[in-house]
């Protein structure tokens, strides 16, 4: 592991910094490098790994303490599960779908277009069997990835004109990551995948005519508001988006069990803080940009038709091109039969009477 390193406190120092054996880690302080492939202080998605940081620190008493790189600062964004997986580092933070060139499967583990809510997400994770199957694809690259937080359904889009109907769609360039971008392919858009430090700038010249980023919290931090007034709800290419704690397993073996414990502790309750944060600031950044002008305008009826068809051939795609792929798609499909029919009979009858 090239970036880490064990300080043993007292005696034996040198020998214990020497063997990196677990004894040596439980009289000493575990001190690693953790890129992120967001900045660090965006909201919600930077916040996320800063606060488990904090919290590994607290619960372990100064036991762990984890240094937090932003994107590109150790590792480029779109490389820290690499990095990881490589030994450079022993722990990184991403969203799943980031290393989807690993193996396509890893879309359903951050969100896909007409998929599962955070919380439906993290209960197939739970209690469903998804975790099983995650445990086992990112072992295939001596990873272990642990789920870390969730930004619940995004915006659909800032676009510089108005989309009234799929003509306006087509020969779009626009920001947007995951299967989503699959889908609008297939609808004429030319999907571009860039870093979130990138999309601003893109915007501002041109290069992009549309940018689906998180949602207003985020969107609002990056600016999204000073460059188009039109905000396009709710993102059907990703109804959550879930972001995880990834472990180099050689090193997480070296870890005595009580600081494995931790860290997963601190991960659920960064993960449940994140949640809050996004469902709380979400709320309010809204508010402000439509105060600001900010039009927040739905998909036509006819586009949100033609994004289902789309991701219905997007989806049986992926189904034959990827064994794994195959096996989560399994799972979920196990699981959504049953949710469906479950949040149609509760949240969307009480969303409904609630107005």
Not at 78 to 103: C, L, M, R, W
Not at 295 to 303: G, I, K, Q, T, Y
Request: charged content about 15%.
């Amino acid at each position: 592991m090239k970036r880490r390193t064990f300080l043993a406190s007292g005696a034996g120092l040198t020998a214990a910094a020497a063997t990196l054996a677990s004894p040596a880690v439980a009289q000493g302080v575990v001190q690693w490098d953790m890129p992120s492939c967001f900045p660090k202080a965006a909201p919600g998605v930077g916040t996320n790994v800063t606060r488990f940081a904090e919290l590994v620190g607290q619960m372990s008493d100064g036991r762990m303490q984890l240094t937090v790189y932003g994107a590109g600062e150790l590792v480029p964004p779109f490389a820290v599960e690499d990095a990881v997986q490589q030994g450079n580092v022993p722990i990184g933070h991403n969203t799943p779908y980031y290393a989807a060139s690993k193996s396509a499967a890893l879309h359903w583990f951050t969100g896909v277009p007409f998929g599962l809510t955070s919380t439906e997400h993290y209960a197939w994770l739970r209690w469903g069997g998804g975790q099983e199957i995650w445990d086992d694809i990112y072992a295939e690259r001596n990873l272990l990835p642990i789920y870390s937080g969730n930004s619940g359904v995004q915006s659909g889009g800032w676009f510089k004109s108005r989309i009234e109907g799929l003509e306006d769609l087509q020969g779009l360039n626009m920001r947007i990551a995951g299967l989503g971008g699959e889908m609008m392919r297939k609808l004429g858009v030319n999907a571009v995948l860039m870093p979130a430090t990138e999309i601003f700038q893109a915007l501002q010249s041109g290069a992009l005519d549309a940018a689906e980023w998180v949602g207003p919290l985020l969107d609002q931090a990056f600016g999204l508001q000073r460059i188009t007034n039109l905000c396009y709800t709710p993102a059907f290419a990703e109804p959550s988006a879930a972001l995880a704690v990834v472990f180099n397993k050689d090193a997480w073996a070296e870890l005595p069990a009580d600081l494995q414990a931790i860290c997963r502790a601190a991960s659920l309750q960064s993960a449940m803080e994140t949640q809050a944060q996004f469902d709380y600031f979400n709320v309010t950044a809204m508010a402000t940009m439509a105060s600001e002008g900010v039009e927040f305008l739905a998909f036509p009826d006819p586009v949100v038709a033609a994004m289902r068809t789309a991701w219905d051939e997007v989806r049986e795609e992926q189904r034959s091109a990827s064994a794994d792929a195959a096996r989560v798609l399994e799972s979920i499909e196990v699981f959504s039969a049953q949710a469906i029919p479950y949040s149609a009979a509760f949240d969307q009858r009480y969303l409904a009477g609630r107005g």
